[in-house]
């Protein structure tokens, strides 16, 4: 049964793969944005980096947390709503099998991303990274996938498969915009600079910030944050499905 | 009962119930019943919508608990992965993934089990031959049921639950899938099915349970609970009236 982990991920991915209005969209939204203001506007100095360098890291984050809603907990709250996971249950298949093959998409969907967004940023961008901090900006960008997979769950399962990706969605672009993502933090009125220290997407950019210098606050700090919205978001998915466990189908 | 393992006397029971009863919040699903899948046997759970069949079926399936009594399937606990290797379910699906093929769904749920029933053989018995490479989106209503009948096939079950398994399904299509299921039991596989179709009961059930508001309105064959009536549907309409 072991063999059920990688049938998972493959046929994942083939299902994906296949639905090109979902997998193209997913992953051209960050890099859109990022021409437009990372090239745009790349040559601007902000936290001691060009913009076009800067924006990697935001927009790495803003496209890792998006292809996460949507691609693990909006998926799976869809999968539930019409019945194919509990069809799956009747199986004796790995629960964690399951879980595995959605999380290794979006953090494929995460990978090719950040990649994309390397490839501009350098082609286009004039930007200059070391393979070290370049290594590290990717695997600390999706790495942060599961964070965002874990608060993808919790809103799909508290808001049902109809209305997942319109409460996904309605969290995501504020969220994303509040947090420094769209638009370096700095150029934000000092208010937003103090909801952002609330929100999971800030820490998360900021993480993937301090390798290329210029983040604020210390690392640990971050990784913290995460960690703990992370629990955070996990109990809430919990208490959803057990919600839902005791609900009437049919 | 046809199998050398139905007169076995200590091979555990496929399915038991034993006084399950399950609410959701004020609503009584199942008042206190008892059922027993006997081994080799097919076994229609025979009531109107509502009346409490995919209740039972879920809780032989794991999917919920019951609010009280217990469940088992093997002797075990359905709740326990362990104990549906033996067992293959074919529940209402409202939407099955679109963008995998036949061959995929199958390959994919048979994994699952330590001991897969060949590609091939699920192919023939679900009669979904030529379909293997079809995009599960581009199969008819009826192949759909079929491939949904397959991948409860995969793991070469002892058992089988079938939730209202020809639901909108054409005249035609049904009485294929009768004919697969009825193979089946005369191959020794317990097999228990829901249907609010008293012809479906007739046909397949050795033993027919009636269910009305999660209780028990009467067990025996076909024939005993049609009784003085013309026809089965005679008798239930009688009997829950």
Redo the contacts between chains.
């Keep these: 049964?072991i063999?059920?982990y990688g049938?998972?991920i493959r046929?994942e991915l083939?299902?994906a793969v296949?639905?090109p209005a979902y997998t193209i969209p997913t992953l051209l939204f960050p890099i859109f944005f990022y021409l437009f203001f990372g090239i745009a506007f790349g040559a601007k100095q902000v936290g001691g980096v060009t913009m076009a360098k800067y924006l990697i890291a935001t927009y790495g984050a803003f496209g890792v947390i998006g292809a996460s809603l949507f691609g693990f907990g909006v998926l799976i709250a869809v999968?539930r709503?019409?019945?194919?996971l509990?069809?799956?249950?009747?199986?004796?298949?790995?629960?964690a099998a399951y879980f595995t093959g959605k999380l290794a998409m979006a953090m494929l969907f995460s990978a090719t991303i950040v990649l994309l967004l390397f490839t501009m940023g350098i082609a286009f961008g004039g930007v200059s990274i070391t393979f070290g901090q370049a290594a590290s900006l990717f695997t600390i960008l999706v790495t942060g996938s599961i964070t965002f997979c874990a608060f993808g769950l919790a809103v799909g399962n508290w808001a049902g498969p109809n209305s997942a990706a319109a409460i996904c969605n309605l969290l995501y672009l504020p969220m994303s915009f509040l947090s420094g993502l769209w638009v370096p933090l700095a150029m934000l009125p000092k208010p937003v600079q103090q909801i952002a220290l609330f929100l999971p997407p800030y820490h998360f950019s900021q993480l993937a910030l301090n390798v290329i210098g210029a983040g604020r606050g210390a690392a640990w700090g971050h990784v913290g944050a995460m960690a703990i919205a992370t629990v955070l978001f996990l109990a809430i998915a919990y208490a959803g499905y057990r919600r839902d466990?005791?609900?009437?189908?049919? | 009962m046809n199998n050398a393992l139905a007169h076995h006397p200590r091979a555990p029971l496929p399915a038991q119930l034993t006084a399950v009863t399950k609410r959701?919040?004020d609503?009584e699903?199942l008042r206190g019943i008892d059922l027993t899948i006997r081994p080799g046997e097919c076994l229609a759970l025979l009531g109107a919508n509502g009346a409490g069949k995919?209740?039972a079926v879920?809780i032989l399936?794991?999917?919920?608990a019951p609010s009280s009594g217990t469940a088992t399937v093997f002797g075990g606990n359905p709740r326990d992965?362990?104990n549906?290797?033996r067992?293959?379910?074919m529940?209402?699906?409202?939407?099955?993934?679109e963008?995998?093929r036949v061959r995929?769904h199958i390959?994919?749920?048979s994994?699952?089990?330590?001991s897969p029933m060949p590609m091939a053989e699920l192919i023939e018995i679900a009669g979904l031959k030529g379909l293997e490479n079809r995009?599960f989106g581009k199969l008819s209503g009826g192949q759909k049921q079929r491939v949904?009948f397959a991948?409860s096939l995969?793991?070469n079950p002892d058992f089988l639950?079938l939730d209202e398994p020809t639901a909108g399904l054409d005249v035609e299509t049904r009485r294929g899938l009768w004919k697969q299921i009825r193979k089946l039991v005369d191959a020794g596989k317990s097999v228990l099915l829901t249907t609010h179709y008293l012809a479906e009961a007739e046909a397949l059930a050795d033993r027919v349970v009636v269910l009305q508001r999660g209780a028990i309105m009467a067990e025996g064959t076909a024939a005993e609970i049609k009784g003085d009536a013309a026809t089965l549907e005679d008798a239930f309409i009688e009997m829950v009236s």
Aim: a positive charge; aromatic letters at 10%; charged letters at 20%.
């Design positions: 049964m063999r059920s049938k998972e046929y083939l299902k296949r639905l999968e709503g019409q019945g194919w509990e069809a799956k249950r009747t199986t004796p298949m790995p629960i466990e005791g609900k009437m189908y049919g | 959701y919040g609503v699903a995919t209740t879920r399936l794991g999917l919920a992965a362990i549906r290797t067992l293959g379910a529940l209402q699906v409202a939407r099955v993934p963008t995998l995929e390959d994919l749920f994994s699952y089990y330590p995009m949904l991948l995969g793991g639950l």
